[in-house]
């Protein structure tokens, strides 16, 4: 295996334009220094879809600026999403994928006012999917709603949504990946998206100066990635964050991800090849797809130590990102973050198999602390032992039981990787910035799931704009925090204030702004399996979490 170190070595290596949206017969258009794309209007808002913000590339190129194109460009529908992993059949439902799909996929879509021109200077929000690395789109997401309850409250903002690849598409690792330079290219899909952002939103009525990043899941793991990136000193491309069910996630090396690149290179007939990586990237996709898909996925036996993921590549992310948040080191922004109740429960359906406590034990020995010792191992046993009324989905006593272990690994699964993370996280960033955190304990009535992962997405993006009055302590929240970076205050005078007053998080004290059946919401401690998350945050700052994989 190469060293980490070696592979440190390895891996390091405005225009002007017309801001005029003019509006035609056939709807509005706006032209940029590279193209005219024809939008569409939707009630009092406009929408510009699947606009490309990096020039075609090939299977495993760096993004870059868009190409000139020709025409008017049609930007009334969705683009082609990145190309999806296909998960396991592991859960009780099924997701709904993207229709169409392609590997020239680096295209956005931007909800806007109306009611907009080059100096409306509306601020921003850039949200990003989630689909666990694997798979996820643009279009998973109406924002409409949003959009026009901001106009209605007279805060209006611009979304923009982004594609980037996922899978090993966007997160192929090893080091014939880190000799390319062409590792995290997920992440570097995202920032590229960021830079257009930043140079062609104003066209759209957005002001690039105002820019809120923010995510689901993969998005908000993201997002958390990028408030470390490069030691998170400054940033010219975000000044606040938004994380729904994800914080800085910890993160293997590149060289822990050799195996699957190996498996990859075998299983596509490269091994002889002088160029592996060229070779992969010549493979038919329809065949490159089907070895992919062999992968472990996010809904797979492995779950959340599943194989596609940001890496340390001691470039975009120099350490591991739980590190970096123990040293400080990451963006000083205004953060809002937050997860539902019971995080691990959709994780732990791929486990049911494991239905004894010496199962247990060597499944998470096996599969998400591979270096741990065997004290340490044990320990984990006895903070989450096999008492269903201990476990997720939380509080329900000894219903959910779908077997022995199931509530006891959705507990371990969930307090591991989200809920103990996004507590680690707010309990620093606390100190160093503005910070609020939420809990959703709204769909305990779930069978097995609880409030479930993502569960929460539903408070910030209702579907409708009905949804969005009931809903409007959260979607008004999130709409003060775009415009003033503080969810309490209104961007202007007089605009009704939430119904509830969210205290600034303060570790050890009242700061959780919790969402509860039916439809209650006040403010509760984060005090919940203290010892119990502290000791695999510890688990993680020692390392053993972030190996072997």
């Keep these: 295996m190469i060293s980490p170190t070696i592979l440190c070595i390895y891996a390091l290596f405005g225009v002007s334009l017309s801001t005029v949206a003019a509006s035609t017969a056939s709807g509005p258009t706006i032209s940029l220094d590279y193209g005219t794309f024809l939008g569409v ?29 020709d025409g008017i460009q049609n930007a009334t529908v969705f683009g082609p999403a990145c190309v999806q992993q296909a998960f396991s059949n592991t859960l009780p439902f099924t997701f709904q994928g993207p229709t169409v799909t392609s590997e020239d996929c680096l295209n956005l879509d931007v909800f806007s006012p109306a009611a907009h021109d080059a100096h409306s200077k509306f601020p921003v929000l850039v949200f990003l999917f989630g689909g666990g690395f694997d798979a996820g789109s643009s279009a998973a997401t109406d924002f409409r709603p949003v959009v026009e309850r901001s106009i209605l409250i007279g805060e209006a903002v611009v979304i923009v949504a982004p594609n980037y690849r996922v899978s090993a598409f966007g997160f192929l690792a090893g080091k014939e990946v880190a000799e390319a330079g062409l590792t995290n290219l997920g992440l570097r899909d995202q920032i590229a998206a960021l830079e257009w952002v930043q140079k062609y939103i104003s066209a759209f009525g957005g002001d690039p100066s105002r820019v809120v990043l923010g995510g689901l899941s993969a998005g908000a793991f993201s997002t958390g990635v990028h408030l470390v990136s490069n030691n998170g000193p400054s940033s010219d491309l975000f000044r606040g964050a938004f994380m729904v069910s994800g914080s800085p996630i910890a993160s293997p090396t590149v060289a822990d991800g050799q195996s699957t690149y190996d498996q990859l290179v075998a299983a596509n007939n490269c091994t002889n ?89 060597g499944y998470v020995h096996s599969n998400y602390l591979p270096t741990g010792s065997p004290a340490q191992i044990s320990r984990v046993a006895e903070l989450y032992p096999q008492d269903p009324s201990q476990g997720a989905p939380f509080n329900t006593g000894s219903a959910n039981q779908l077997t022995p272990e199931f509530k006891r690994i959705a507990a371990f699964g969930g307090d591991l990787y989200l809920t103990g993370l996004r507590r680690f996280f707010v309990q620093r960033a606390s100190k160093t910035q503005n910070t609020w955190s939420w809990l959703s304990k709204r769909g305990k009535w779930t069978p097995y799931l609880g409030a479930y992962h993502t569960s929460d997405m539903a408070l910030w993006f209702p579907a409708n704009a009905t949804d969005a009055e009931e809903e409007s302590v959260a979607v008004d929240a999130l709409i003060n925090f775009i415009n003033t970076l503080d969810p309490n205050v209104s961007a202007v005078p007089r605009a009704s204030n939430l119904a509830i007053f969210w205290p600034k998080y303060q570790a050890n004290s009242t700061g959780l702004l919790t969402f509860s059946d039916p439809a209650v919401t006040n403010v509760t401690a984060d005090d919940f399996r203290v010892e119990e998350m502290q000791y695999l945050i510890n688990l993680h700052l020692d390392g053993v979490t972030a190996k072997g994989f």
């Design 41 to 69: 209007n939707d009630g009092n808002l406009t929408k510009f879809l699947g606009v490309p913000f990096s020039a075609p590339t090939a299977r495993f190129e760096l993004p870059r600026a868009p190409s000139l194109l």
């Design 273 to 361: 090849a002088r160029d592996t990586l060229d070779c992969l990237r010549q493979a038919p996709l329809d065949d490159f797809l089907l070895t992919v898909n062999q992968t472990s996925d996010v809904f797979g036996y492995r779950a959340l130590s599943a194989a596609w993921r940001p890496r340390v590549d001691c470039d975009l992310i120099p350490r591991n990102p739980v590190d970096m948040v123990q040293d400080g080191a990451y963006l000083k922004v205004p953060v809002m973050i937050g997860n539902p109740d019971d995080e691990g429960t959709l994780f732990a359906y791929p486990s049911v198999n494991v239905t004894t406590d010496s199962e247990f034990v």
